[in-house]
């Protein structure tokens, strides 16, 4: 293992040593770790070199889910991992008189930090809007990782849910842009936002909804906050007992 991570950094110029450990580390199989997308083998003293043809699609998402971990630590594939959420923004921007912010910081009485929206977008006149809690991970190869996405938007919701009790109840408080009307004058729509995978099951949290930015790109440019809405509360997707 060590003379894969010693190879790397000598074929890579800047790699560090603990960066070419990590890559190795998260090629391998192991505990928690799926053969089906793993390219190295730990056999005892040695290490198993898998072809690559027979995973063509294992180096990136493993290396792309590592640096979205720690998306400061892995330079510039870093960033553009830690900037893909501003996507939404960008979409929900081309909404004609729709403002969009955010990360905006909920915080206590006190002034103690209870947590974070991650994106807000209202139409004044409408007086709607969303909240989304924006989730990003790399896209599943396996079911399994398919269950872990499923899990990660389970937890958004409840995540999210705290902080729209928090708001409700008066125990927490969000500073919006000057311009944006008031929040308790707003019907807001709360959901989880992914990059590409859907999850159509029962949340566990009520009106509470979950959708993904290919799906929402997949049905062309939005016309207004309505028809985001509209999409995020009734998706258009197979419904048992009527489409299978």
Sequence with gaps: REELAGWLVTGCEGLSAALAETAVLRLMAGTR??????V??????????LPLTLFPRAIEPVMLRTAA????????????QGDRAKAWGRWLKRIPGVKVAE??????????????????AVDP???????LELKW????LTLHETEKTDDIIMAGSRQLAKRRRELRDGDGIVRLPPGWPALSNVEWTWGIGTPQQLYTGPLP???MYAT??????????????ETVISALREPDVPRPGQHY
């Design 205 to 207: 949290e009520p009106e």
């Design 40 to 49: 190295l083998l730990p056999n005892g003293p040695f290490v198993t070199v």
């Design 69 to 80: 971990t720690e998306h400061r630590r892995y330079g510039p594939i870093g960033e553009k």
């Design 103 to 120: 990360g905006l910081k909920v915080r206590g009485a006190s002034g103690r930090m209870l947590g974070d929206l991650d994106l807000l």
């Design 137 to 140: 991970p790399i896209e599943a």
């Design 125 to 131: 006149d409408a007086g709607k809007g969303i909240i």
């Design 212 to 225: 993904s930015l290919r799906y929402m790109q997949s049905l062309g440019s939005p016309q207004s906050i």
């Design 33 to 38: 770790r799926s053969v089906r997308s793993s």
